[in-house]
């Protein structure tokens, strides 16, 4: 009741769509799809095959929701053979995803992005990650395979995490921040990899003196006879 489907748009079969959505012109949602009541799928988007979303969910144009996973086998001569990616995706109530961003669909089960949360334009989400309720990840956020993200979020520009990664709730990621390893300890992050808010500001400061820095020690090494570094 009361759902748009635009000129040019492309349902398949078995979708269903709940009431007041506006599916837009172009954009293309694949078969066995679910979509819940009062969300807009902007032009040419796509929801592919078994995909669930939420209510008032957007994704606006140019994004993919159930991307094939990046997953494929070597043989003995390092030739590469795709894994089937058989999974979803489900992205929960209210979320939004920004232009020409990319969630892939799971190996065998679900990615799944939390109720509330809001991804920016160009943001990379991998096959198997989980992603909690109300974060905020703004553009060209990268998060590899099977990784955790907790409830509240926030990164800033360029954020890279890595594969098989936790990031526990109310975690803050600045500086293009570059996750390798597990953060369990919430607050503020930066750099990469990254360090404690405070520790990566000083050592950042450190950094911008180091020539200064290397030529005081060199003159003192100078004056005591010893060899310069």
Known sequence: MG?????????????????????????????????????????LAVVGY???????????SGSVIGSEGYGFAQDKERKSHPIPQTGIVVIEDRVRVGANSCIDRATYHATRIGAGTKL????????????????????MLCV??????????ITS??????????????????????VSKDIDVPGAYGGAPVLPLSEYLKNTAVFRTATKLRK???????NSGSKEV
């Open 120 to 139: 920016d334009n160009l943001c990379h989400v991998a096959h198997n990650v989980n992603i909690g309720q109300d974060c905020l990840l703004t553009a």
């Open 144 to 153: 590899a395979g099977s990784t955790k993200i907790g409830d509240r979020v």
């Open 157 to 178: 520009g360029q954020t890279g995490i890595l594969d098989h990664v936790s990031v526990c709730s109310d975690t803050v990621l600045l500086h293009r921040a570059g």
């Open 216 to 222: 005081q020690v060199n003159d003192l090494l100078k």
């Open 50 to 60: 078994g995909c669930r979303l939420g209510r008032q969910v957007v994704i606006c």
């Open 3 to 43: 759902t748009a489907i635009e000129p040019k748009a492309v349902v398949g079969q078995n979708v269903k769509i709940g009431a007041h959505c506006r599916i837009m012109a172009g954009a293309v949602i694949e078969n066995d799809a679910v979509i819940g009541d009062e969300t807009v799928v902007h032009p």
